[in-house]
Every structure is written in C-alpha cells, then in structure tokens.
C-alpha cells in the first residue's frame, strides 16, 4: 500500500517544518494476509509532528514549539469488518504500534473502505488518528493528529 495523509494536529504547527521532502505525509506499507479478513504488516512513512514545551532557563520559563519531519516505522494489524458491496467494497478497521524516531512511540487507528478495481488492484480511504508521546526532561507529553488518508495497493 501507498498512501499519502492530510491531518490536524493538536498541539497546532504554528511553525513550519525545516524540511519540505518530497516524502512528506507519504507512508508505505507491505502487509500479509493470515485470514481471509485479517493481516499483518509493517509500515513506514515520514510526517511533521508539532510539539510544544517549556522549561526553566536561567530562572525563566522559555517556552518552544517546534514541528520536525521524522521517519516512522509501525507493525500493523488490519481486519476487514464487511463486504458492502461483495468483492468491490470493504469496510476495514486497522491500529499501528510503533515509534517516530528521534522523536518516541506512536500509536495509529483508522477505519475507512477498500474498493478493488480487480482481485489485485485497488484503492483505500480512511479517517485516520494518531498519537505521539515525546519527552520533555521529566514529562511525558504528546501530539495528537486526526485527518484523512488515501492511497493505491497491490495485492501478490
């Protein structure tokens, strides 16, 4: 599967990303149907995740915001829910576990349609979210994201 995503995050990238790569907001995946409903996979892709935080310089708060473009890489696990129309159309539900590098884990769900062109090839559209945790000194926080994805598959 190749897909691209259009998000919103929380907190907001109220600065832009030092990179503007080609890749961005792009993710791939190679997954292996185990079932007749079920797979499994691993994917990757590269996104902006917004992060804001703060700490006590030189006996002032200073606060940052910063919305770095990072590589990700996540096991996957997709489970078709049902066929809406039999052999086109499919409602499919998946979760992601797996890390932003440099950055720290990331969890993703989506639920969405597949509709195959032919029993190889077809399309796929899914509200997406996911949640990154980064750390901050001694804190825990994290970046929310929710939007859409779309992209093309190949079955083999």
């Not at 473009?69 to 539900?93: H, I, N, V």
């Amino acid at each position: 599967t190749v897909r691209g995503m259009a998000t919103s995050s929380s907190p907001e990238a109220i600065t832009g990303s030092q990179s503007n790569s080609a890749l961005r907001n792009i993710a791939m995946s190679l997954e292996y149907a185990f079932a007749e409903r079920q797979s499994v996979g691993i994917g990757a892709g590269f996104e902006a995740f917004p992060q804001e935080f703060g700490r006590m310089e030189q006996g002032a708060y200073a606060s940052y915001a910063q919305n770095p473009l990072e590589p990700w890489l996540a096991a996957e696990y997709e489970r078709t829910l049902a066929a809406l129309l039999p052999g086109s159309l499919f409602l499919t539900a998946r979760i992601d576990a797996g890390a932003v590098l440099n950055i720290g884990p990331m969890a993703r769900a989506s639920a969405g349609l597949r509709a195959h062109f032919s029993p190889r090839v077809g399309a796929m559209v899914a509200a997406e979210g996911t949640m990154v945790a980064y750390r901050n000194e001694t804190l825990w926080l994290t970046t929310k994201k929710y939007g859409a994805t779309a992209g093309l598959f190949i079955s083999f």
